[in-house]
Antibody, heavy 120, light 113 residues
Framework: EVQLVESGGGLVQPGGSLRLSCAAS????????FFWVRQAPGRGLEYVSA???????FHANSVKGRFIISRDNSKNTLYLQMGSLRAEDMAVYYC??????????????WGQGTLVTVSS | DIVMTQSPDSLAVSLGERATINCKSS????????????LAWYQQKPGQPPKLLIY???TRESGVPDRFSGSGSGSDFTLTISSLQAEDVAVYYC?????????FGQGTKLEIK
């Protein structure tokens, strides 16, 4: 069974940093692309970052230069390093996986999400 | 970035009736070389992560009831629920995966009338 479990969320002050982790299990981690998608309270889904199976990354303009997505295939773990956090970054952050290897951007699996609160 | 616009923002339908949600992309998401539309639909119930319903605009995900169907091509797409059930109350999102960033529509909230 595919499992994605996020951790690392919490309260951080504006301008601060946080690292989210996503522990994956139930499949061959290195074969898949991953995504971070966020959802501000009461709002819709926003694509944040993506990383392909061979390590190519993409970041939305709203987080470019502040967030970095990475992966550790030896630990079956996805990361999102977040810096210079702003109030508008406050959201539930979902770790997500492609539906199947090489299937492009269709998200077939989602974690339960981790809440990031940015407040002084 | 490709902008995805859904209509309506909210919708109330009686049980057993048809629900229709529209999604329009700011540019075509039809890839000419393989004739596929890079468009997916997701369902999100309160307090839960989204769930994939449909991809390639009209291919139903395994386990999704056949009352859910997707149609359309190019820039105009539709999600149809043929006979609304109580468990279908949710917010529905379209997403294009034609180009990065893979943008979502703003969501359509579906309720029971």
């Amino acid at each position: 069974e595919v499992q994605l479990v996020e951790s690392g969320g919490g309260l951080v002050q504006p301008g601060g940093s946080l690292r989210l982790s996503c522990a994956a299990s139930g499949f061959t981690f290195s074969s898949h692309a991953f995504f971070w998608v966020r959802q501000a309270p009461g709002r819709g889904l926003e694509y944040v970052s993506a990383i392909s199976s061979d390590g190519n990354t993409f970041h939305a303009n709203s987080v470019k230069g502040r967030f970095i997505i990475s992966r550790d295939n030896s630990k079956n773990t996805l990361y999102l390093q977040m810096g210079s956090l702003r109030a508008e970054d406050m959201a539930v952050y979902y770790c997500a996986r492609d539906k199947m290897a090489g299937f492009g951007g269709v998200i077939g699996y989602w974690g339960q999400g981790t809440l990031v609160t940015v407040s002084s | 970035d490709i902008v995805m616009t859904q209509s309506p923002d909210s919708l109330a339908v009686s049980l057993g009736e048809r629900a229709t949600i529209n999604c329009k992309s700011s540019q075509s998401v039809l890839y000419s070389s393989n004739k596929r539309n890079y468009l997916a639909w997701y369902q999100q119930k309160p307090g839960q992560p989204p769930k994939l319903l449909i991809y390639w605009a009209s291919t139903r995900e395994s386990g999704v009831p056949d009352r859910f169907s997707g149609s359309g091509s190019g820039s105009d797409f539709t999600l149809t629920i043929s006979s609304l059930q109580a468990e279908d109350v949710a917010v529905y999102y379209c997403q294009q995966y034609y180009s990065s960033p893979q943008t979502f529509g703003q969501g359509t909230k579906l309720e029971i009338k």
